[in-house]
């Protein structure tokens, strides 16, 4: 998984390399209302977001951020069925009520469609493209006690964290406030490239599938 996520690093070292010598610098930060969107795994969460921008020439650039969720909850109603037929009840019918959080690291490359990222005339149309690592937390209750050594539950009970490698993308607008500050407003999606099924997630192919809305200032040090 490291050599992975490193590949778009080298990338972006040596597509630097080759537009400039001297990239201009922004910093930004956001405030992102994000979604769940895969069955089973619905809710919402509010978090912020630190970026770093490297302006290669006026439209196009590297971005690099990371960034942090508050919990999010949702509940599945399951059926634990027992491992041998003998065993009475057949099956034991609960709730589990799971918080999920996310913490994510992103690296990719951003390309303004109109404008430039110094553009103090009139707004700007980006797009971007990159890749990350996300490590999730979550934490199921449910509702009864259930043996294990009696019943296969669906997922397990408890906290455990993960992993994944996504594919992020994003699309964005942007307008000068005066000097060097600007604010923008994106919209983005992170995508998951890998599984590595944990017994603590209940829906785990393509998931989690996750989008969010950002609002936020970004400072041109020019």
Known sequence: ????????????????TAFSQRPVLSIATDLDLQHS???EQRYWAVGQAVQFQFHF????GAYTWISYYSVGKF????????K???????????????EMR????????????????????????YGYAGFGLLLGRVINTHSVVIDTALYNVPVRSGKANFKRLTLDLGLGWEINLGGDIYFYNEARVWVPT?????????????????ASLNFGIRILFD
């Open 102 to 125: 996310f913490k994510h690291f992103s690296v990719g490359w951003k390309h303004y469609l109109k404008g430039a990222y110094n553009n103090g005339d009139s707004w700007s149309l």
């Open 37 to 39: 969107f895969k069955k």
């Open 84 to 98: 041998l037929p003998a065993t009475n009840p057949p099956q034991i019918d609960y709730r589990n009520n799971a």
């Open 75 to 82: 509940s599945n109603d399951l059926t634990a069925p027992a």
């Open 194 to 210: 890998s599984d590595y099924p944990s017994k603590y997630i209940f829906i785990n192919k393509n998931a989690p599938l996750v």
């Open 57 to 60: 020439t006026p439209e196009d």
């Open 1 to 16: 998984m490291k050599k992975k996520f490193f590949i778009p690093l080298y990338f972006l070292f040596f597509a630097a």
